[in-house]
T-cell receptor
C-alpha cells in the first residue's frame, strides 16, 4: 500500500524559533497533501490542503503566515511553524492522496510531535 | 459544511464482548466514509472504507461497518474483541461535492478492552 513518511517524528524547540516538518509520499506521487493537528485526547483537525505547485488552502481560523506550507514537488510537502509558542505544541499529521487510485482515500504519515518550551 | 458525530467518547469492555461504535454524519450529498484506528503511540491506520455498492463493508482485523443512508450512519462493529483492539477509533467522511476530498473526522472513541 501507499506509504507516507514524516520527519522528524518528534521535535522540541524554544519559543520564538521556527520548525519545519516534512511529509513525503514514498511510493506514489501526491498532487494533494493535507496537514492535520491533533491535540491530546482529541480528534484530528484539518489545518490546510497542500497543492503541488500552487498555494495551500487553509481552513478557517488557521493562520497562514504562522503555518507556512510548501508543496514544491509531487512527493514532498513541508509545514513550517514560524515563531513557535507553547500553545503550538501538538501532534502534526500529514496525509496524501494517491491520484492513481481513483478514489478519495488518504494515506497518513506517522505524525510529528512538536513541543515548544 | 459536513460534520461527523461519534456518540461514545469512551467504551470499556471485556475480551470476547461485542463492540459497536456509532457514527453519524451530516451532509446532504454523496459521501465516502471511513473508519480509522489509532493504537497507542502509533499512527492512523485505515480499518475500512465505503465508497459505493454493498452498504455492509468488511475491513481488517474482523471489523465491519454498515452504511445506512436514511440514518446518515456508518456504525462500526466487531463481534468479539481482543485486548489488542484497545485503541482510539475515528470515523471520517469526505464529500464528493464542493468540499472536495477533505476528510472530516469525528471526535473519536477511546476503546479499552480488559483482558
Amino acid at each position: 500500500g501507499a506509504v507516507v513518511s514524516q520527519h522528524p517524528s518528534w521535535v522540541i524547540c524554544k519559543s520564538g524559533t521556527s520548525v519545519k516538518i516534512e511529509c513525503r509520499s514514498l511510493d506514489f506521487q501526491a498532487t494533494t497533501m493535507f496537514w492535520y493537528r491533533q491535540f491530546p485526547k482529541q480528534s484530528l483537525m484539518l489545518m490546510a490542503t497542500s497543492n503541488e505547485g500552487s498555494k495551500a488552502t487553509y481552513e478557517q481560523g488557521v493562520e497562514k503566515d504562522k503555518f507556512l506550507i510548501n508543496h514544491a514537488s509531487l512527493t514532498l510537502s513541508t509545514l513550517t511553524v514560524t515563531s513557535a509558542h507553547p500553545e503550538d505544541s501538538s501532534f502534526y499529521i500529514c496525509s496524501a492522496r494517491d491520484p492513481s487510485s481513483g478514489n478519495a482515500e488518504q494515506y497518513f504519515g506517522p505524525g510529528t510531535r512538536l513541543t515548544v518550551t | 459544511a459536513q460534520s461527523v458525530s461519534q456518540h461514545n467518547h469512551h467504551v470499556i469492555l471485556s475480551e470476547a464482548a461485542s463492540l459497536e461504535l456509532g457514527c453519524n454524519y451530516s451532509y446532504g450529498g454523496t459521501v465516502n466514509l471511513f473508519w480509522y484506528v489509532q493504537y497507542p503511540g502509533q499512527h492512523l491506520q485505515l480499518l475500512l472504507k465505503y465508497f459505493s455498492g454493498d452498504p455492509l463493508v468488511k475491513g481488517i482485523k474482523g471489523f465491519e461497518a454498515e452504511f445506512i443512508k436514511s440514518k446518515f450512519s456508518f456504525n462500526l462493529r466487531k463481534p468479539s474483541v481482543q485486548w489488542s483492539d484497545t485503541a482510539e477509533y475515528f470515523c471520517a467522511v469526505t464529500s464528493t461535492g464542493a468540499a472536495g476530498n477533505k476528510l472530516t473526522f469525528g471526535g473519536g472513541t477511546r476503546v479499552l478492552v480488559k483482558p
